[in-house]
């Protein structure tokens, strides 16, 4: 299990993540402990989670996750071993977060995020924290294929458009590292426009610099390589990508139409950006490519997102110890020059059908 730098940080995290958004709904606190326990017995150093989980986000479950997280550390006493990483969320309507009101990225939120995340968590400070989503009008995910408007700075009578300005935030995620509260300041679902200005800002003396971006990239949803990846090269911010096997879909379970009891597309109908048109046909075939190099499309998948260059760590996620071994082993799998060109021309022709 190699470690790589987590941006300009003297962060080395492992090259595999463990994804935690299962943990308190689909996966109980024992279960939440046993993956834990595999993934840091297999050299993981890496924990991602978030206030919003578990998923799908829900009043009576919102900030299980963290709570089971808190009582593993505890238990085991390795909060020194675990690099931990957390998000507050962007603007929301959703009012059980903040105590009955709405939420955006403005100190008092900030603030009332992170002390209830470290509360929960049972820790003093979080090594990486992160911003779930911007708070600008913009499509979830930040890299769509195409886009009918670019959210606006003004509305039709010329009057800013109500949005926490970048650097009012930036500033302060620095009140929180000085503070000790966070040692780094990461994004997600983010653009490339967004990351730029955060770094200007930071680049003027305004807050933190950026050490990651958390997006989402796997074979159907290769839109991080359009512009971010020079971005974050360039800048060098890590990416941490999630949904490497595209909720699921990528491990050839839901092939031809199938929707096995117990799965989360059958549990919550949460599917909608692996259910696009062209989507099936193209999940399939890179399925059926996976199965033609003797291997399991959930281990072909992760695969292939460990072994791009500009990966950092790959968040991983399971509901069951097998699904977790599996992803585990992914790190062991020898991605070759046949492998990926086979991937890019089943992507020359169907594109990013998932963004």
């Not at 990483?85 to 995020?113: C, E, M």
């Not at 009008?137 to 700075?153: E, F, H, K, L, Y």
């Not at 503070?179 to 679902?189: D, E, Y």
Request: aromatic fraction near 8%; include cysteine.
């Amino acid at each position: 299990m190699h470690k790589r730098r987590l941006g300009r940080t003297d962060l080395l995290v492992t090259q595999i993540c463990l994804g935690s958004m299962t943990w308190g709904q689909q996966n109980t606190e024992a279960e939440g402990h046993a993956q834990m326990d595999l993934a840091f017995s297999r050299g993981v150093n890496f924990i991602d989670t978030a206030e919003l989980y578990p998923i799908p986000p829900k009043a009576e479950t919102q900030g299980r996750t963290e709570k089971i997280i808190g009582s593993w550390m505890k238990a085991k006493g390795n909060r020194d071993k675990v690099i931990l990483a957390s998000k507050v969320v962007g603007r929301t309507a959703n009012i059980w977060f903040r105590g009955d009101r709405p939420s955006q990225l403005v100190r008092a939120d900030i603030f009332d995020a992170i002390d209830k995340s470290l509360a929960k968590l049972g820790t003093d400070y979080l090594d990486l924290y992160q911003i779930h989503w911007p708070e600008r009008d913009i499509p979830w995910g930040a890299n769509p294929t195409r886009i009918g408007a670019v959210a606006r700075r003004a509305d039709a009578d010329g009057a800013p458009v109500d949005e926490t300005p970048i650097a009012e935030t930036l500033g302060v995620f620095d009140e929180l590292v000085k503070a000790g509260k966070i040692r780094h300041f990461g994004l997600s679902n983010e653009s490339s426009w967004g990351v730029m200005r955060f770094l200007a800002e930071s680049d003027k003396g305004v807050g933190p610099r950026v050490a990651s971006i958390q997006n989402a990239y796997n074979l159907v949803n290769r839109t991080f390589e359009v512009n971010l990846a020079e971005v974050c090269e360039r800048e060098q911010v890590s990416l941490l990508p999630y949904s490497p096997l595209a909720q699921g879909y990528l491990t050839g379970k839901y092939d031809h139409g199938a929707r096995p009891q117990g799965s989360r597309s059958q549990l919550f109908n949460r599917g909608q950006r692996y259910e696009t048109p062209n989507a099936a046909d193209a999940l399939l075939e890179y399925n059926e490519l996976a199965r033609s190099f003797g291997m399991e499309p959930a281990l072909f998948a992760n695969a292939y997102v460990s072994s791009r260059p500009f990966v950092t760590s790959n968040i991983i996620g399971a509901t069951t110890i097998p699904q977790l071994e599996m992803a585990l082993s992914s790190v062991d799998v020898v991605w070759t020059e046949e492998m990926q060109k086979a991937v890019d021309a089943i992507h020359q022709r169907v594109g990013n059908p998932c963004p």
